[in-house]
């Protein structure tokens, strides 16, 4: 992602309300990249593969994308002593289908044609965890978008570009696409994977929004 992009600029930070160092859990290089166009001073500790597995067939993409941002959450938290983590997932939802990231190719390019002149949402589900105090924060984005109808000759563009690669939904809205558009919640950030709005809105309001742990994580 390039720091002349739009959405890359203007985007809000808010002080960390414990004074612990923050933690992104992610290895997302877009969220990262998000988080240092705000500003944050931040160290990058991605959750475990595992922290992301456990499908459950009866979850809502919402549900879903709040239980994996928890779970990653939880990895870290398991190796980290006084530190303030950021964890977060991204799904995509059309109709009642769910899509993640794409396991390959085809999976990318089915995931496109479904898409293709449909609305659908993006889902982040974003998890704050201060480990000093033992405090944590769950919440979930919704952003709904409208895509243009693709024609052969864009789809396969696209997949020959291999910017579909580890993106919810087999797409990125930062790709300079001119066939996406935000139509509710024009968070761009939301859609890119990380709610940069609501997450200096948690942070401003840890004290009073979040909950205390009920049982140790070890």
Not at 76 to 85: A, E, L, Q
Not at 121 to 140: E, K
Not at 164 to 176: E, I
Request: proline share 4%; net charge negative.
């Amino acid at each position: 992602m390039s720091n002349t992009l739009p959405l890359m600029k203007g985007l809000p930070r808010a002080k960390v309300p414990t004074g612990e160092p923050l933690v992104l859990a992610s290895g997302s290089p877009r969220r990262a990249e998000l988080m240092r166009a705000a500003g944050y001073d931040f160290e990058v500790c991605p959750a475990a593969d595992s922290a992301e597995c456990g499908v459950d067939y009866k979850e809502t993409a919402q549900e879903m994308v709040a239980r994996l941002a928890f779970q990653k959450a939880v990895d870290v938290v398991r190796r980290r002593k006084r530190s303030f983590i950021i964890a977060a997932d991204t799904l995509a939802s059309c109709g009642a289908k769910i899509l993640g990231k794409p396991k390959d190719r085809a999976d990318a390019e089915a995931m496109l044609r479904l898409l293709s002149g449909q609305k659908h949402d993006v889902y982040t589900g974003v998890c704050l965890w201060s480990t000093g105090t033992n405090q944590c924060y769950l919440d979930v984005v919704r952003s709904r978008l409208q895509m243009s109808e693709l024609d052969e000759d864009a789809i396969t563009a696209y997949l020959d570009g291999g910017k579909w690669q580890g993106k919810a939904g087999g797409f990125g809205y930062q790709d300079d696409n001119d066939w996406i558009e935000i139509v509710e919640n024009d968070s761009e950030s939301n859609v890119v994977g990380l709610p940069m709005e609501r997450l200096a809105e948690i942070l401003e309001n840890f004290a009073s929004l979040a909950d205390k742990v009920q049982k140790e994580v070890r």
